[in-house]
């Protein structure tokens, strides 16, 4: 291709994509049973693009079922281990994408990010990970989990990585109705600029009770390091923070109910075999075809969507998802972009969560306001603590992911913390 004068920018790179986006002729199982047969007829978006940018594709990559889990255990296909300690998660849901970086199988991938899927595996396999403003990459063809908060993001090893490939994949587009109709920005030229006299908010509130002690002095090891490159950094509060993970849950839950509902085993996907009627049929397609933790969300948004209960939960969500946008909005008056922990804790032990739900919902923690307020968020490794990788978590404002990448890539030509590689 080169000698035929091809000017790809990123041609003959391989990568490989979550599970979770459409690519023609190749089985998209989403993680799970539902999809185990099906055969997507099409590309979506962010693969067409990624294709034209001359990149080569090399497969899937496993994920939670559905996107709805934070350790890669409720895949169908298996539970993928995180390479820096195979007893331990890779985070979720897009924990195949973080944990094939780290362990160099790749130098890119792709994910998705709905309550902080890309951000907390890339914490937890030392790897970078960025998630983009809501609606400046294409849902298109990316199997829907939460519609108003389902975002499309890429894992590399350094920020400057990032920078390329997501700037392949940005970009308006038709057939996406939530897509924004803005430039595609130029990430890979704004890498190099000096971050002298930048603002940086430390989100004070993260650094309360639950935050691992070793992953706090990690972070301020790494805001030092800012402040030596010339940034000032401040101390600023979020307390609507808090409200974050039962609002997120309402909502994406809620979302998924809707989006979930077209699984019948009727029209494809899982078919229960021989049902005695159209009744049965649907219920133990879906009873068979779908794991506990989908089921356990599809209930949830049931209910809260359900006549009795819609104001008093979904309602009350919405009003509260505003007024955590609208905080995050006026602190970035102040401020350039924020920092903080990506993750309470390392890497959890595989098992370890799974008879708690609520203890496995609050590894994203720190992640799932920024996907209510549609900002971009990004993590890059920043120490190691016992072995496992700390994640830094970057906060940006609307359509700003060029200052999240320039801060990142400036920090990683500072320290090599994104150089270091599991012992496989």
């Known amino acids: 291709q080169l000698a035929q004068g091809s000017d790809a920018p990123l041609l003959g790179i391989p990568i490989a994509h979550k599970d979770i986006f459409c690519t023609e002729g190749v089985r998209t199982s989403c993680g799970s049973r539902m999809l185990d047969n099906f055969i997507a007829p099409y590309n979506a978006t962010v693969v067409e693009q990624l294709k034209a940018a001359g990149t080569i594709s090399l497969g899937k990559l496993s994920m939670d079922e559905f996107a709805m889990g934070s350790s890669n255990e409720t895949c169908y296909h298996g539970a993928t281990k995180n390479p820096w300690d195979l007893s331990r998660v890779p985070g979720g849901s897009s924990g195949g994408s973080a944990a094939a970086v780290a ?5 890119g991938a792709t994910g998705t990010d709905t309550g902080g899927s890309i951000r907390q595996p890339a914490a937890f396999c030392g790897v970078t990970g960025i998630k983009p403003t809501y609606g400046r990459v294409s849902r298109y063809g990316m199997i829907a989990f939460s519609s108003s908060l389902d975002q499309g993001g890429v894992f590399a090893r350094s920020a400057e990585d990032a920078a390329l490939l997501l700037e392949a994949m940005c970009g308006f587009d038709a057939r996406d109705s939530t897509s924004i109709d803005a430039p595609a920005p130029e990430l890979s030229s704004s890498v190099d600029r000096s971050i002298k006299g930048l ?47 039962p609002t997120y849950y309402v909502i994406a839950s809620a979302e998924a109910s809707s989006n979930l509902a077209r699984y019948d085993g009727v029209r494809y996907g899982y078919r229960a075999k021989q049902p005695q009627n159209l009744e049965d049929l649907y219920k133990r397609s879906r009873a068979e075809g779908f794991g506990d933790e989908v089921k356990r969300r599809i209930m949830t948004g049931t209910y809260v969507l359900s006549a009795g209960y819609y ?32 993750t309470p804790t390392t890497a959890f ?54 200052t999240l990448l320039n801060v990142a890539h400036q920090l990683q030509q500072a320290t090599d913390w994104h150089l270091q590689r599991p012992p496989l």
């Open 103 to 107: 362990a160099q199988l790749v130098p």
């Open 199 to 245: 603002k940086i908010g430390i989100i004070s509130d993260h650094f309360a009770d639950g935050l691992d002690t070793e992953v706090a002095a990690s972070l301020y090891s790494a805001f030092a390091e800012l402040e030596k490159l010339g940034a000032e950094l401040v101390e600023v509060s979020l307390p609507l923070n808090s409200m974050a993970i």
């Open 311 to 342: 104001d008093a939960y979904y309602l009350k969500a919405q009003k509260i998802r505003r007024l955590i946008r609208d905080e995050f909005i006026d602190t970035f008056k102040q401020v350039d972009l924020l920092v903080g922990p990506t």
């Open 349 to 402: 032990s595989a098992g370890s969560h799974n008879d708690d739900p609520v203890s496995m919902y609050l590894s994203d923690i720190y992640t799932t306001a920024v996907n209510l307020a549609g900002l971009p968020g990004m993590s890059v490794p920043v120490a190691m603590a016992g072995g496992l990788p700390v994640g830094m978590q970057l906060i940006g404002n609307l359509l700003d992911e060029a």
